[in-house]
C-alpha cells in the first residue's frame, strides 16, 4: 500500500473527498477503509489528532510524525511495509505559506480589509482552519455566513468613521475586521488557518500516557514486535523510543477490522 505507515496512523479512509490544494495532502489509496479503534488506543489518537480534526490539522501532524519517523534508521521499517512514499525526502513544504488570513473576491468591488485581534489553533479538537462567506450590503449592512464549521448566518450592521467601518468580530473567532466603506455591495470568502504550536515531543508523551495497554501493542510476540518493544521499554533517546512506539501502533491498526 503506497504511504502504508502514514496511511495506518492516519486511519482516514481513501475516499475522502479532500483535494491536493489541501495544505499538506498526500496520497491515500481510494481503497483504504479506516479501521476501528480499539478502545484502549482512543485516549492516546484523540491526544494525537484532536477530537474533530480538520484535514489542514490531520495533515500537519501526519507531517511532524513521519519526520520523526524518517529521522532514524527506523526508516527501514517504513520502507519494509511498502517503499512507495509520496512525502519523502520532503521537496516543497506546503505549510510554510499556508497560515495566516487570505480573502477571496468573489463578486463587486473589492474594498480595503483591515484585520486585528488573533485566533489559534484549537489543538483539543484538532482545529487549524475557519472560513467565511462575507457579504458587504448597500446601506451599512453585513452579512457573515460560518462555513468552516459550519454555523448559522449573521446578519446587522456598521457604523463608519472618516470611511472607515467599526470592527466587526468574525463568528466563532477571535478575529477583527474593519474595512473601508463600499461603493458597492461586495461579496468574499475569507480564510484564517492557525499554525498548532505545541511541540510534537510534548504531544507525543502526553498520547503514550493515555495508552490503556501499551503491551498489547506488541502482541503477538514476534521479532519484530519484540524489537519494537525493547526500544519503547529501554531506549532513553526520544526519536527511538516514539518511532518504535509509533510503528506498533501502525502495526496494531492494521489488524484491526473496518468500520
Known amino acids: ?6 496511511t495506518l496512523l492516519l486511519n482516514r479512509s481513501g ?3 479532500y483535494g491536493y490544494a489541501c495544505p499538506g495532502e498526500e496520497y491515500v489509496p481510494p481503497t483504504f477503509q479506516r479501521r476501528v479503534v480499539p478502545s484502549f488506543l482512543r485516549g492516546a489518537l484523540q491526544a494525537l489528532f484532536g477530537a474533530t480534526p480538520d484535514r489542514t490539522f490531520l495533515n500537519f501532524r501526519m507531517w511532524q510524525l513521519m519526520t520523526l519517523l524518517h529521522s532514524t534508521e527506523l526508516a527501514e521499517h517504513v520502507y519494509a511495509a511498502d517503499p512507495r512514499v509520496t512525502y519523502w525526502p520532503v521537496v516543497t513544504n506546503s505549510f510554510m505559506s499556508s497560515w495566516g488570513t487570505t480573502v477571496d473576491f468573489y463578486a463587486g468591488d473589492a474594498p480595503t480589509l483591515y484585520w486585528s485581534g488573533e485566533q489559534l ?3 483539543g479538537l484538532g482545529r487549524t482552519e475557519w472560513q467565511w462567506d462575507v457579504g458587504l450590503l448597500v ?7 460560518s462555513q468552516v464549521p459550519a454555523g448559522a448566518l449573521y446578519s446587522g450592521y456598521y457604523t463608519t468613521a472618516d470611511g472607515l467601518s467599526e470592527a466587526v468580530t468574525m463568528p ?3 478575529l477583527q475586521l474593519r474595512f473601508a466603506t463600499p461603493a458597492t455591495p461586495a461579496q ?3 480564510t484564517h488557518r492557525a499554525r498548532p504550536t505545541t511541540d510534537i515531543g510534548v504531544v507525543l508523551q502526553q498520547a503514550a500516557a493515555l495508552i490503556g495497554d501499551v503491551e498489547q501493542l506488541f502482541l503477538p510476540a514476534t521479532e519484530y514486535l519484540q524489537l519494537l518493544r525493547r526500544l519503547w521499554m ?3 533517546l ?3 523510543k516514539y518511532s518504535a512506539l509509533l510503528l506498533a501502533i501502525a502495526n496494531y491498526l492494521e489488524t484491526c477490522p473496518v468500520e
Open 172 to 174: 466563532g473567532a477571535g
Open 1 to 6: 500500500m503506497i504511504n502504508h505507515i502514514r
Open 121 to 123: 489553533a484549537s489543538e
Open 188 to 190: 468574499f470568502i475569507v
Open 238 to 240: 526520544f526519536p527511538y
Open 139 to 145: 446601506g451599512a449592512g453585513i452579512q457573515i455566513v
Open 15 to 17: 475516499s475522502h473527498g
Open 234 to 236: 529501554q531506549q532513553t
